[in-house]
């Protein structure tokens, strides 16, 4: 792969003139300290957070930190250095550590030199712009290979404005991100109540239907509460037309428009929508016995994702589809209780405080199928189920807009730092003056 000339990279002609243009090399020395106890704070690096505490990313206190026997030998990093995960820096997985600690052996960790501002380069390594020269300077057949090592990494130039405009910049990015991590902040806030709300809907309706005049019994069940004289209450295992199956465990394979597609949590994207990306197929021998039709019920039982439920829906008529092994399908007879309300009910507070019931904080949380199988459902007559599932539509389609919208809004302004980001460090505005704009409105 050749290697640019310093000055005829487009983009390091559109910065200002009195700027100086200088290889990475010249601005960053590659540090291979290494850990000899492995008790200091173990660092990670992604695209989405930069340089982060590996505890932090933790969901129990009790889970390992990392699944190493030992961290000794692990790298050695210091506040300000620059942590790059060489296997995604093509994808932005770099960033300045605001931490002491240590990282995997397989990152590359350097360290600023002379009268620079570490910050600066930190935002703009992490512009398009510079994840366009990164992937430029990578090796490998595809982007799961791609490496970009120390030595490409050093022959790409970039810009070397003055170190009290290296200042500015870094002041007015931070300045201005406050601001939108603030905004950023009261939105998702503004979603979990609407959320909340929404869920607030659904389990009222599944569990004391919607005629406010109509007699309660009690349940039986703590976590349920009374429901109406005339509903039944039946285990999930009765409401099936077979018994809950686990997936095919199988890693997948690359497009086969003759295979079963092979279905996992992580096709799932927002509203219960199939993503397009990363497919993975099964063969017909396998996929066969892990088929899925439409209304079909997931749940997930266990990592991050355990108690998590999802409606398959086919979006695609000319494909068949199959289903991974971390995932239990439930078929609803349709007769007892519909796919449609089933899925409602596991939105419930019912569903959820039923799952805290069965959790053992001790362990890891995990619900099998024979949790799963004794799961108390709601069984209302079918005729007012289906009423039930159009009032829960009509209710909760204004806050699905509503909440559409805010996500929406979140988008947008993640888009607009980082196109400021992208302006601000490549000279195109004039940071004494907006940071003192950015400032006295932050008062």
């Known amino acids: 792969m050749m290697v640019h000339d310093i000055h005829t990279a487009t983009w390091l002609s559109t910065v200002p003139q009195h700027w100086k243009t200088l290889r990475i090399k010249n601005l960053f020395a590659e540090i291979d300290e290494r850990s000899e106890t492995g008790e200091e704070e173990l660092l990670s690096v992604s695209h989405y957070t930069g340089v982060t505490k590996k505890r932090d990313s933790l969901e129990n206190e009790d889970d390992f930190i990392s699944n190493a026997k030992t961290l000794v030998g692990y790298k050695k990093v210091a506040e300000n250095d620059l942590v790059s995960n060489i296997m995604l820096a093509w994808n932005g997985s770099l960033g300045i ?24 380069y930190g935002y703009l390594f992490s512009t398009a712009i510079m994840k366009a020269e990164f992937r430029k300077k990578s090796f490998g057949i595809i982007d799961s290979r791609l490496r970009l090592y120390s030595d490409k990494f050093f022959s790409i ?5 003055p170190k009290d405009e290296q200042d500015q910049i870094v002041n007015y990015i931070k300045a201005k991100s406050k601001k939108i991590k603030h905004f950023i902040q009261k939105k998702q806030a503004f979603i979990e109540l609407l959320k909340e709300q929404r869920q607030a809907v659904i389990s ?23 429901i109406p004289e005339h509903w039944g209450i039946r285990r999930l295992k009765f409401c099936l037309e077979e018994k809950l199956k686990y997936g095919a465990n199988e890693s997948g394979f690359e497009y086969n428009p003759d295979w079963y597609r092979y279905i996992r ?3 799932f994207s927002k509203g219960g929508i199939l993503s397009e990306e990363n497919k993975l197929f099964l063969p017909v021998e396998i996929g066969k016995e892990y088929e899925l039709k439409d209304g079909d019920i997931l749940f997930a039982r266990s990592g991050a994702t355990v108690g998590k439920t999802y409606q398959f829906k086919k979006q695609d008529d000319s494909e ?3 289903y991974a092994g971390y995932l239990i399908k439930a078929t609803p007879d349709g007769e007892i209780v519909s ?8 939105e419930s507070l019912a569903f959820e405080n039923w799952k805290n019931s069965i959790f053992n904080k001790a362990t890891i949380e995990n619900i099998g199928a024979d949790k799963y199988s004794v799961l108390p459902i709601t069984i209302p007559p079918k005729e007012e189920q289906a009423d039930i599932i159009q009032f829960i539509k009509a209710e909760t389609a204004k806050i699905d807009q509503t909440i559409a919208k805010a996500e929406k809004e979140i988008e947008l302004i ?18 004494k003056v907006h940071t003192k704009k950015v ?5």
Do not use: Q
């Open 204 to 226: 009222k309706a599944v569990t004391k239907g919607i005629n406010p005049e109509v007699t309660l019994k009690e349940s039986g069940i703590k976590w349920l509460g009374d």
């Open 439 to 443: 400032l006295e409105n932050a008062k």
């Open 157 to 161: 130039p970039v810009t070397v404005p």
């Open 320 to 322: 068949k589809y199959c």
């Open 339 to 346: 796919s449609d309300f089933l899925m409602l009910y596991s």
């Open 97 to 120: 550590s605001k931490y002491e600690g240590i990282t995997s052996p397989a990152y590359c960790v350097y360290r600023i030199k002379g009268d620079n501002n570490p910050h600066y």
């Open 414 to 431: 993640k888009e607009y730092r980082e196109a400021m980001i992208a302006e601000a460090v490549l000279g195109k505005l004039d940071v």
């Open 265 to 267: 949590i992580t096709d």
